[in-house]
């Protein structure tokens, strides 16, 4: 085994470690996500916001685990450790990982977060983009809102749908009859993504099985 082959392997266990610890396995819930790739800011004191935040979000999270009550319980007693708050803890994170690793191109990782339909139109819009020339970079990806829209357990198969609300700037590098050119776009989105996984698999990831855009 050459030294590339060694490196390959190293960052595939990173990707699945990580993987692992996002979906589904312990309490406590993640206030909104930013991912701000531009600048290094101060934190604001915890004093000044979090307070609001945290009855806001605890509220909220309290009157969707009394709607869907029955599910998640079914889901706790055939999924170990599973609690909704991590739940969508680790549903920010694959939010923002999917993104990252769709500018990146980086397919290895998309093949970990999605069912095979949903990568199979990933990995065409890069074939896509690469045709075109063009490069895609996040400069910000910030969650502002989560909710459970459905959870439903069939036989099997659990799936749980949780909407969305996300502002994102990316920057679109397109290279053109040897000219370049740069366009800075902001995007507020509104989606359902559809988590799935089967009950009595190994593999502990949720994986992303349907997005529908609502805007």
Partial sequence: ????????????????????????????????????FKENKKPIPRDKIEDKVEISESTELKQQNQKFSDEINLLEKNIKSFSIEYFLEGATKAYEMTLIAYSEENKETLKMLLEKNIYDEFSESIN????KNQKLE??????NKLEIRDIDITKNTSSIDLYIDANNEFVLTELKDEEKSVNKNKAHVKEIWTFTKKLNSRDPNWRVSEISRLN
């Fill in 1 to 36: 085994m050459d030294i590339l082959n060694i490196l390959l392997l190293i960052v595939v266990i990173f990707i699945f470690m990580v993987l692992r610890s996002v979906l589904g396995k312990r309490t406590g819930l993640e206030k909104s996500t930013v991912i701000d």
């Fill in 128 to 131: 896509l983009r690469n045709e």
């Fill in 138 to 143: 996040y400069t910000l990806i910030k969650v």
